[in-house]
T-cell receptor, first 109, second 113 residues
Framework: GEDVEQSLFLSVREGDSSVINCTYT??????LYWYKQEPGAGLQLLTY?????DMKQDQRLTVLLNKKDKHLSLRIADTQTGDSAIYFC?????????FGKGTTLSVSS | DAGVIQSPRHEVTEMGQEVTLRCKPI?????LFWYRQTMMRGLELLIYFNNNVPIDDSGMPEDRFSAKMPNASFSTLKIQPSEPRDSAVYFC???????????FGEGSRLTVL
């Protein structure tokens, strides 16, 4: 079945850039998503990219999509301590979303 | 809108007991999803409904799990009998019919002793 893979942990210093990577297997994906989960809370949509785009920028967030390699990345510029959370990559499979296991981003001051 | 509302937020029960988790989706959303989150397996899709009809329940782990959506504003996920390995956070999400964006509830943390 469809699979979404992410590295589990990333640790950065405040002010640095963070890059979270994701690979997926479904070549027919139309949208790919990044969700953020803060402790004790549900997931919130951060951003998404349509599959015919290579890049999408939204303030401090940059999403890069390499459709040939089925690779998606999320770059957070000027990372802040408030960015510490779990970040999930998700691929649309029909109506449902299939999520990766999530990358825990730890930001130290 | 209040968002997706789940109850209870926390449930501690003993092995063998029945557990019922509840979800109220966002009004106007026509798709509803139940996910389970554990450290080991991440977020797993259990089942989803379109227009109150179950579409894909292949993620439901076994017959002890059942889900219903009797109307557009309410869904339940039931585990009977519960087992310690069912301990997890269970999320309900509903989808905007136009954009497909998923909106998550805050989850129900289940502990089965």
């Amino acid at each position: 079945g469809e699979d979404v893979e992410q590295s589990l942990f990333l640790s950065v210093r405040e002010g640095d850039s963070s890059v979270i990577n994701c690979t997926y297997t479904d070549s027919s994906s139309t949208y790919l998503y990044w969700y953020k989960q803060e402790p004790g809370a549900g997931l919130q949509l951060l951003t998404y990219i349509f599959s015919n785009m290579d890049m999408k920028q939204d303030q401090r967030l940059t999403v890069l999509l390499n459709k040939k390699d089925k690779h998606l990345s999320l770059r957070i510029a000027d990372t802040q301590t408030g960015d510490s959370a779990i970040y999930f990559c998700a691929d649309r499979a029909g109506t449902a979303l299939i999520f990766g296991k999530g990358t825990t981003l730890s930001v130290s001051s | 809108d209040a968002g997706v509302i789940q109850s209870p937020r926390h449930e501690v029960t003993e092995m063998g007991q029945e557990v019922t988790l509840r979800c109220k989706p966002i009004s106007g959303h026509n798709s509803l999803f139940w996910y389970r989150q554990t450290m080991m397996r991440g977020l797993e899709l259990l089942i989803y409904f379109n227009n109150n009809v179950p579409i894909d329940d292949s993620g439901m782990p076994e017959d002890r799990f059942s889900a219903k959506m009797p109307n557009a504003s309410f869904s339940t996920l039931k585990i009977q009998p519960s087992e310690p390995r069912d301990s997890a956070v269970y999320f309900c999400a509903s989808a905007d019919r136009n954009t497909g964006e998923l909106f998550f509830g805050e989850g129900s943390r289940l502990t089965v002793l």
